[in-house]
């Protein structure tokens, strides 16, 4: 600590003199209160003060847009393309699969766009679907993007049972890629609920009796002592 203070008794139980004593370093002598004392600490306030804005976790919001409503409009409009390029029957399948990978919001594996390709019209329906109802589920949730990662995880294990192989492998591919986070930090709500957690922290009344040891021999000077 770079505070260089000296804290100076004007009588102990060693010596006559007075005793110095710097703050950080350890102490000569054993130090006794010279007389009973009682007062408000500040250094004591001021850390319980600390702990309690160190307690409160950092708050989170919504950025005003309706972000879960949004990604579930969005899987909409990308399956309303797949759509397209999947009925147009004057283009190859390397060319469709060539438009279906440059889809902006989506990437779409070699394998999975074949899938989606070569899915009969029944099960092609049966995967909008499932991946509409896992978007929409899982983007009514406060999402941090610290939890992302867990959210999109889940989003695969949600693909249903029912599934046959190739509609779950599109499905737990396709579906991860529209959870995105919902929430976001809010700085100024955390920092008032810090000042208010810290503002309900009362203070500290210290008594010293008379000839009590406040400082040992050979331990560092403590801001509190």
Do not use: C, H, W
Not at 143 to 161: G, M, N
Not at 175 to 204: H, K, N, S
């Amino acid at each position: 600590m770079t505070l260089g203070l000296t804290l100076i008794f004007s009588f102990n139980l060693v010596t006559a003199s007075d005793v110095q004593v710097t703050l950080g370093q350890p102490a000569s002598e054993n130090i006794f209160a010279p007389r009973s004392v009682t007062y408000e600490s500040d250094v004591l306030l001021a850390s319980e003060r600390a702990k309690a804005r160190a307690a409160v976790p950092e708050q989170y919001s919504g950025d005003g847009s309706d972000i879960g409503r949004n990604q579930l409009n969005l899987v909409t409009a990308v399956f309303a393309f797949i759509d397209t390029v999947r009925a147009d029957s004057l283009v190859s399948t390397e060319t469709k699969l060539s438009y279906l990978q440059a889809v902006e919001s989506l990437t779409v594996q070699q394998q999975i766009g074949l899938e989606l390709l070569g899915l009969s019209t029944s099960d092609y329906e049966v995967v909008k679907r499932e991946i509409s109802r896992i978007v929409g589920d899982l983007m009514r949730q406060d999402i941090r993007q610290d939890q992302l990662r867990e959210y999109q995880i889940i989003a695969r294990r949600e693909a249903s049972l029912e599934l046959t192989p190739v509609q779950e492998n599109v499905v737990t591919n396709i579906a991860p890629q529209f959870i995105v986070p919902t929430v976001f930090p809010d700085p100024e709500a955390t920092a008032a609920l810090r000042e208010e957690a810290a503002a309900a922290i009362g203070p500290f009344v210290v008594t010293i009796a008379d000839n009590e040891r406040i400082v040992r021999q050979g331990e560092p000077v403590r801001e509190l002592d």
